[in-house]
C-alpha cells in the first residue's frame, strides 16, 4: 500500500500551534506550555494532530517538536521586570491588563467575523437550494411519477401491514476498494444496485405476505452530508446534488411499490450525517438538516400530485411514535441514545436497553400525546442488524445500512457493517410475526 505523506498536514498543524501560542503568551505570560483545551478553542487545526502517528495522538509530543523548530518564541520573559520603584510596577501591570483586554476583544471580533461569514454562507446555500427546487418545479411532470391509483384486490383478508425501515444509505459517501483491502466498495452507482435489490425483495414479500398496507420508515442518514472535511473531499457529489438524485430515486421507488399496495404510509425523519452544523446539535435537531429539506421536497411533490395512495409525515422532532395495527414503535435515527459504538460486536447493549427505559419513563411523566409510550423501539446508526428484547415485552432494533464497511468503521469500530434493511410484518393484532433482514448484497 502506498505510504502516506503527513508532511504537509504536519506543517498546517505546527503553524496553527505557533499562531495559537502566541495568543496563549499574551494571557498567560511565564506559562511555557499551552494546554490542549486552549489550542482546541482558539486553534483552527482541532484534533487533527492525533492523525499524525509519530505524535501517537500526543499533544505533548507536538508541543515539543514544535519547540524544537522555534527555540526562541518558547524563552519565557516575566513582563513585570523586577524594579524598586514601586510605581513602575504598577505601570507594567496596567499594561499588561491593557494588552489582555485587547487581545479579548480582537479574539470577539473574530468570533463575530466568523458568525457573519457562517451566516452569508448559510444565507447562500439556502439561496440556492431554492433557486434549484423552483427550477425544478418549473420542469415537474406529475405524470411522470405514475403513482398507480388501481385497487389491489387481496387475496385474504389478514390485514397484516409491512414495516419497512430505511437508514444509512450514506449517498455520496465513496469507498475504495485499494484502500480497505477489498473488504468493501461504495459509489453512486454500487448505491443504485444495492438499493435496487432491496426493493425488490420488498416487492417479493409484498406479493408473498398479500400486504395491502406499507408503511416506510425513513430514519436518516440517507445522504452522507458535510459534517466531516473528509467525507466532502471524498465525494462523488455535492450535497445538493445528494438531495435531487435521492429525490429522484425514492420518488421512482413510490411510483413502483403503489402498484402494489393499497396504501403507503411514512414516516421521515433526519439522521445526524445530514445536519448544518459540524458539532452535533440540540435546538431543532429535526429541522437544521439537509435530510428535513429532502423529505419536505418530496412532501411538496406529493401533494402536488395529490396521490390518494401516499401519505407523508416528516417530524421536527428528532423521535416519534407510530401505530401499526394499535402497537406503538418509538422511531428515531439512534444517535440520540448514549453508548458510542463499544459494547459486543458494535452494539452497546446495556446502555441502548438503559436509554430506551429513560425515554420511556420520562415520556410517561411528561404526558406524551398518544395514549401510552411505546413497546418496540427502531433505529439506525450503527451500522449493523439486531433484535434485542427490553424491558416493554417488546424488542430494540436496529437497521442495518446500504454503505457497508468504510475506513472509519474498520479501523475505529472493528465491526463488519451489514449490507442490509429490516422488514418487518406486523399482524392484525399489532404482533410482530416476521423479522427480515432484506440484503442488498446478492439476490
Not at 499588561?96 to 466568523?114: A, C, G, M, P, S
Not at 411519477?145 to 385497487?151: A, F, P, Q, V
Amino acid at each position: 500500500m502506498e505510504k502516506i505523506d503527513y508532511s504537509k498536514k504536519k506543517k498546517e498543524i505546527i503553524e496553527d500551534y505557533m499562531n495559537t501560542f502566541r495568543k496563549w503568551k499574551i494571557l498567560f505570560p511565564g506559562k511555557e506550555f499551552m494546554t490542549r483545551n486552549f489550542f482546541l478553542e482558539n486553534g483552527t487545526t482541532g484534533y487533527n494532530y492525533q492523525s499524525i502517528p509519530e505524535w501517537g495522538r500526543s499533544i505533548y509530543k507536538l508541543f515539543k517538536e514544535v519547540k524544537d523548530l522555534y527555540p526562541g518564541e518558547f524563552k519565557i520573559n516575566i513582563p513585570i521586570q523586577e524594579n524598586k520603584n514601586n510605581k513602575s510596577k504598577e505601570t507594567s501591570e496596567t499594561d499588561l491588563k491593557t494588552q489582555k483586554t485587547i487581545f479579548v476583544l480582537k479574539q470577539e471580533i473574530e468570533t463575530l467575523k466568523k458568525q457573519k461569514l457562517q451566516f452569508l454562507k448559510k444565507y447562500v446555500l439556502e439561496e440556492e437550494i431554492i433557486s434549484l427546487y423552483k427550477e425544478e418545479l418549473k420542469n415537474f411532470n406529475p405524470s411522470a411519477l405514475n403513482i398507480s391509483t388501481k385497487e389491489i384486490i387481496p387475496r385474504a383478508n389478514k390485514n397484516n401491514i409491512a414495516l419497512m425501515n430505511f437508514s444509512d444509505w450514506h449517498v455520496g459517501e465513496v469507498v475504495i476498494a485499494d484502500e480497505i483491502n477489498d473488504i468493501n466498495e461504495f459509489n453512486k452507482d454500487i448505491f443504485v444496485i444495492r438499493c435496487d435489490r432491496i426493493f425488490e425483495k420488498l416487492i417479493n414479500n409484498i406479493v408473498f405476505f398479500d400486504i395491502q398496507k406499507l408503511h416506510l420508515n425513513f430514519l436518516g442518514d440517507l445522504v452522507t452530508g458535510t459534517i466531516h472535511e473528509e467525507l466532502v473531499e471524498n465525494s462523488d457529489m455535492s450535497i445538493v446534488e445528494s438531495l435531487f438524485f435521492l429525490e429522484d430515486y425514492i420518488l421512482s421507488k413510490l411510483s413502483l411499490l403503489s402498484n402494489y399496495v393499497n396504501e403507503i404510509e411514512i414516516d421521515w425523519l433526519v439522521g445526524n450525517h445530514g445536519r448544518f452544523s459540524k458539532k452535533p446539535i440540540f435546538k431543532k435537531k429535526g429541522i437544521l438538516n439537509w435530510e428535513y429539506i429532502l423529505g419536505r421536497q418530496i412532501e411538496q411533490l406529493l401533494l402536488h400530485i395529490n396521490s390518494p395512495k401516499i401519505k407523508i409525515k416528516v417530524s421536527k422532532s428528532p423521535f416519534t411514535i407510530i401505530d401499526i395495527n394499535s402497537t406503538k414503535f418509538f422511531i428515531t435515527h439512534g444517535d440520540i441514545f448514549r453508548g458510542g459504538s463499544g459494547g459486543f460486536a458494535g452494539i452497546p447493549f446495556y446502555s441502548l436497553a438503559q436509554s430506551s427505559a429513560k425515554f420511556y419513563g420520562m415520556l410517561s411523566h411528561v404526558g406524551l400525546k398518544v395514549s401510552a409510550p411505546f413497546k418496540h423501539v427502531i433505529t439506525g446508526h450503527l451500522h449493523t442488524s439486531c433484535a434485542m428484547p427490553i424491558f416493554t415485552g417488546g424488542k430494540f432494533y436496529i437497521n442495518a445500512c446500504i454503505i457497508g464497511s468504510n475506513e472509519y468503521s474498520i479501523s475505529e469500530v472493528k465491526v463488519k457493517s451489514m449490507i442490509e434493511q429490516l422488514l418487518l410484518i406486523v399482524d392484525q393484532n399489532g404482533k410482530v410475526d416476521y423479522e427480515i433482514n432484506l440484503r442488498g448484497l446478492e439476490k
